[in-house]
């Protein structure tokens, strides 16, 4: 009788700024420590707000990741042995990091994935809606609204004080000096002068 190879899992922390992901995903990862796990920990290159070689959280606290761009990248960096895949700000991946954690799924590894599952706009970001798809487990944080104190799942974008315009870059850096964590009531987005863009169907 052939043996069953046994297959990985997927975990996905998702939710707004300053909902506490990335404290989540380093207490997951302190935690395999202690059980002498194998694990490897990465970051998007892009995320340099305190260091490139560090998943940093806005408490202060902080853990040594490898930065990459490209998802493929992570194969070059584990082995047979590694057991645990840390993956921080996945949501400024390409849509490749999806078929990349599949693969490294069905290999028998286990990856944590932390992201927002929102962008500035209030739209789903990136590839973190097909991770939370498929993943074996979810985990949806919530923020503290900096307007009236309810659970947020927002991230507002201040520009000079004021809301950010829906048609502005989709990624722009910045922790308090440029963002806070609002509730769906106290959200706002500029869309003046944004057009929609219809498609026909017919």
């Given at each position: ?109 286990k990856v944590i994935a932390a992201g927002l599952d ?49 048609d502005d870059p989709i990624v722009l850096i910045g ?28």
């Amino acid at each position: 009788m052939t043996k069953r190879s046994i297959k990985g899992r997927l975990e996905v922390i998702s939710g707004s700024m300053f909902s506490g992901k990335s404290e989540e995903l380093i207490r997951r990862i302190r935690r395999a420590e202690l059980a002498n796990l194998k694990i490897t920990v990465f970051k998007h290159r892009f995320d340099d707000r305190v260091s490139i070689d560090f998943i940093s959280t806005h408490n202060g606290d902080k853990l040594k990741a490898i930065a990459i761009d490209n998802p493929e990248d992570i194969k070059q960096f584990i082995n047979e042995e590694t057991q645990i895949i840390a993956i921080d700000e996945a949501q400024f991946f390409s849509p490749e990091i999806v078929r990349t954690i599949l693969d490294l799924v069905e290999e028998g590894k286990k990856v944590i994935a932390a992201g927002l599952d929102l962008d500035f706009r209030g739209v789903p970001f990136g590839p973190i809606p097909p991770l939370l798809a498929i993943a074996d487990r979810i985990t949806k944080l919530y923020a503290v609204c900096m307007t009236c104190g309810n659970d947020a799942h927002y991230s507002q974008r201040l520009i000079d004080g004021r809301a950010a315009k829906f048609d502005d870059p989709i990624v722009l850096i910045g922790a308090q000096d440029v963002y806070q964590a609002r509730c769906r009531d106290c959200f706002i987005i500029d869309k003046v002068g944004w057009k929609p863009m219809i498609t026909s169907i017919a």
